[in-house]
């Protein structure tokens, strides 16, 4: 099977399955890391090579075509918090992202939060909040894994 079409089975079978329910993970560094390694141990095998081998990551993941996960978790965030800020004020999922919950945080460190983490998410795609209802500005910019090749208008 030529490697390009191994890439194109692992876009729409398999990295799917991974990034299943990421648009509301508060995803922390130890699990991307591990969604990567679990990623790249894929597409060693697909590519049929070890890491014995010693080819790079880069190279692996260009013979086949395929952007690194992180990204495809970060845009399917992006996603859907473009989807919920779109309904009316009174859906349930913009209630619950306006919620406030009096009371004391326990002691240390915060937990991490999702909306912390799209926050993070919209600062380094250069996103505001206000984008969210231009659709095109919003897909534009939020989309970092296997961007589509644009066609030339004329």
Known sequence: MPIKLKGLIYKSVIRPVLAYGSE???VTKRHVNSIHVAEMKMLRWMCGVTRLDKIRNEYVRGSLSVRDIADKLQENRLRWFGHVKRRPPE???NRTLN???PG???R???KLRWLSVVKNDMAGCELEEEDV???A???RKSRKADPVARRDRR
């Open 24 to 26: 509301t993970w508060a």
């Open 99 to 101: 919620l406030n919950i």
């Open 137 to 139: 500005k919003w897909k």
């Open 104 to 106: 004391r945080r326990k």
């Open 91 to 93: 859906y349930i999922g």
């Open 133 to 135: 209802q231009d659709r």
């Open 108 to 110: 240390g460190r915060p």
